[in-house]
């Protein structure tokens, strides 16, 4: 299987320039039985200039919806709750 895009919510709040340094911090935020989703922040220093929230399928090779490995389930879980 593989994840895909399913949504993405952005909202841009300021620009970045060529040569910043940026840092993107992402929380997983849902996890249910064929998705995950995640809070994404782009970041320059304290200032963010990117949120967004994303949800990723599972998809079996025939690009339909289908249950997470249980232990990928649990792994987002772990990574959830730190």
């Not at 895009?5 to 300021?14: D, G, Q, S, T």
């Not at 993107?24 to 994404?40: F, K, L, N, P």
């Not at 949120?51 to 792994?75: G, I, K, M, S, Y």
Request: some cysteine; overall charge positive; proline content about 6%.
């Amino acid at each position: 299987g593989v994840y895909a895009v399913a949504e993405v919510n952005i909202r841009y709040l300021r620009p970045a320039q060529l040569g910043d340094d940026l840092l993107v911090v992402s929380t997983v935020e849902q996890v249910r039985a064929a998705s995950v989703t995640i809070h994404q922040r782009v970041m320059r220093g304290p200032e963010t200039l990117a949120d967004a929230c994303v949800t990723a399928a599972f998809l079996d090779p025939h690009n339909r919806p289908r249950r997470q490995p249980r232990a990928w389930v649990e792994q987002f879980k772990q990574i959830s709750e730190k």
